[in-house]
């Protein structure tokens, strides 16, 4: 290549590192935008877009796999928080399976007690029956 012509290259890169986009409102406000400029008469804002900036096939594809990771990072937390939520829902279902159990059987049974650590029944009286029926009232009303 003839070395007059080289100071011509920039030039050239640089023509091409643009691309020409019309930007127009149609009557109903809604805003396009085109590579070619649309056949009816309204009226254009032409739009400079640099080329050089924008992404080639690597960077797309390099940023994919980032979002495909965080995707993936995501779904998996949001995976375990379910898994989180279903055994702390079954949980408290069986608590309340039991605290139901012992509601009713402190109100229709003639006595209520407790084991204490050598196996022995300790029965209680009309207050602490009363306290123990409340308690498990309670805990019904709020978490049942």
Not at 107 to 125: I, L, P, Q
Request: aromatic residues 12%.
């Amino acid at each position: 290549m003839s070395a007059r012509y080289l100071f011509l290259i920039p030039f050239l890169l640089a023509a091409s590192s643009y691309a020409q986009v019309y930007r127009w409102v149609d009557a109903e406000g809604n805003v396009h935008f085109s590579d070619r400029q649309p056949g009816q008469k309204v009226q254009t804002q032409s739009v400079r877009v640099d080329v050089q900036n924008s992404y080639n096939g690597a960077d797309i594809y390099q940023e994919q796999k980032k979002l495909f990771k965080i995707y993936d990072g995501d779904r998996a937390a949001q995976k375990a928080a379910a898994e989180k939520a279903r055994k702390e829902e079954q949980s408290l279902a069986k608590q309340c399976e039991i605290a139901r159990y012992r509601l009713v059987r402190s109100r229709n049974a003639g006595s209520v007690f407790s084991v204490n650590n050598d196996g022995e029944r300790v029965y209680y009286n009309n207050d602490q029956r009363k306290l123990y029926t409340k308690r498990w009232q309670d805990f019904v009303d709020k978490k049942c």
